[in-house]
């Protein structure tokens, strides 16, 4: 880019050495280079773009209000909340819901393991609230049925079940009836009586 004193000069028209400061101040304080009017124009243009941006995001804004119009801003924070409490106390109660059904089978297998005759009869001599209640259930529902299986009013209700003695069933079976108490039992059964031979 050529000196503003090259340029009057190929005009004409010349300064004295003397003015030349005053006047290249003067020129500088009142007038731009191309560069300056460059950035100055980029960044208006900047500046418009965002203004138009953010004029766009309000009108937006403006039309999703217009959908609320006439709605109940409480009343839905007020469902929202509701529903909140809601999800809540059904994981709440789901949750318990596992809690009781693995202290359950906790319960039944450490019966089974001690050999428990009747399961309902065992559950009812325990304190299950304490049992539940317990930071470490295994090791306190077991401690509790060694105890019953210890004690002499409880030990009845575990060990293996007796066998029946097979010959007072078989003899049972065999004895012979009497033949009035034969007929009387085939009459009672609707079936005809035996004829003798």
């Known amino acids: 880019m050529k000196n503003v004193f090259e340029l009057m000069k190929e005009c004409g028209v010349e300064l004295p050495e003397d003015k030349k400061k005053d006047f290249e101040k003067a020129l500088l304080e009142n ?12 960044k208006l243009a900047t500046a418009e773009a965002k203004v138009t941006a953010h004029e766009t995001t309000i009108n937006d804004l ?12 409480t009343g839905l924070q007020n469902r929202i909340t509701a529903l909140e409490t809601d999800l809540q106390n059904k994981d709440t109660e789901y949750t318990q819901k596992i809690a009781d059904r693995d202290f359950d089978d906790l319960l039944s297998e450490s019966i089974r393991t001690a050999k428990g005759r009747n399961a309902k009869a065992i559950r009812a001599l325990l304190d299950v609230d304490t049992l539940k209640a317990s930071k470490n259930q295994k090791d306190d529902v077991a401690a509790a049925i060694k105890a019953l299986t210890e004690a002499e009013d409880s030990r009845m209700l575990f060990g293996e079940d007796e066998p029946a003695e097979i010959g ?3 003899a049972t079976v065999g004895r012979k009836t009497g033949a009035a108490e034969d007929a009387a039992m085939r009459a009672a059964m609707g079936l005809p009586p035996v004829k003798s031979e």
Request: charged share 50%.
């Open 62 to 73: 403006r039309e999703d209000l217009k959908k609320f119009d006439g709605v109940d801003v």
């Open 31 to 42: 007038y731009k280079t191309v560069k300056d009017y460059d950035a100055q124009k980029d």
């Open 168 to 170: 007072s069933v078989i």
